[in-house]
């Protein structure tokens, strides 16, 4: 089945730009997504993409995927103290039960 | 719209014990799913539901039962509480059952279970 995987801690300067990566195994993935989880709350979809998009863009988040390599990252520009949160990966690759999530990317943006 | 809700938020349970963790959603959402949260592991994926009257069992079943007379509601039944469901417990709704979009899911609170 999918795999989906992230790296588990990132910390940032508030102000500079988080990249956080992820990569996943299903090549017929179509929809890849990102959600955000605040302290003691769910998650929150923050965007996603298609399989056939190399880059989308919303506000100060942009998302790169390269499909050859499987490789999906979420780019967030002036990163902000409000953005500290675990970010999830997670990809669709077809039946009802298929979204696969990865492990989460800690996010820690330093003052 | 109060969205997806679950109660309890915290609960306490002895081994062996039952209860049932309550999920709702005011939004029509004909797609509904139990996932459980632990360090280092992510999602992963209890029961899901495509419509009233239809469950199905996720990546990790065992243990837990699932029901879906309504639309709205979507209960997830611990049969005999093991300190292994040591949890954070999520409900999560989609409007739709038939098409990728399923995967936009929209996430309760979560509950906090501790078996001792």
Redesign the interface.
């Known amino acids: 089945g999918e795999d ?1 995987e992230q790296s ?1 801690f990132l910390s940032v300067r508030e102000g500079d730009s988080s990249v956080i990566n992820c990569t996943y195994t299903d090549s017929s993935s ?2 890849l ?1 990102w959600y955000k989880q605040e302290p ?6 923050l965007t ?1 993409i ?1 399989s056939n998009m190399d880059m989308k863009q919303d506000q100060r988040l942009t998302v790169l995927l390269n499909k050859k390599d499987k490789h999906l990252s979420l780019r967030i520009a002036d990163t902000q103290t409000g953005d500290s949160a675990i970010y ?1 990966c ?3 690759s ?1 039946g ?2 298929k ?1 696969t ?4 990317t800690k996010l820690q943006v330093i003052p | 719209n109060a969205g997806v809700t679950q109660t309890p938020k915290f609960q306490v349970l002895k081994t062996g014990q039952s209860m049932t963790l309550q999920c709702a959603q005011d939004m029509n959402h004909e797609y509904m799913s139990w996932y459980r949260q632990d360090p280092g592991m992510g999602l992963r994926l209890i029961h899901y539901s495509v419509g009233a009257g239809i469950t199905d069992q996720g990546e990790v079943p065992n243990g837990y039962n699932v029901s879906r007379s309504t639309t709205e509601d979507f209960p997830l039944r611990l049969l005999s509480a093991a300190p292994s469901q040591t949890s954070v417990y999520f409900c999560a709704s989609s409007y739709s059952r038939s098409s990728p979009r399923v995967g936009e899911q929209y996430f309760g609170p979560g509950t906090r279970l501790t078996v001792t």
Do not use: D, K, N, P
Request: net charge neutral.
């Open positions: 989906v588990l179509t929809y997504y003691g709350a769910g998650l929150q979809l996603y298609f999830f997670a990809a669709y077809g009802y039960q979204v999530f990865g492990t989460g």
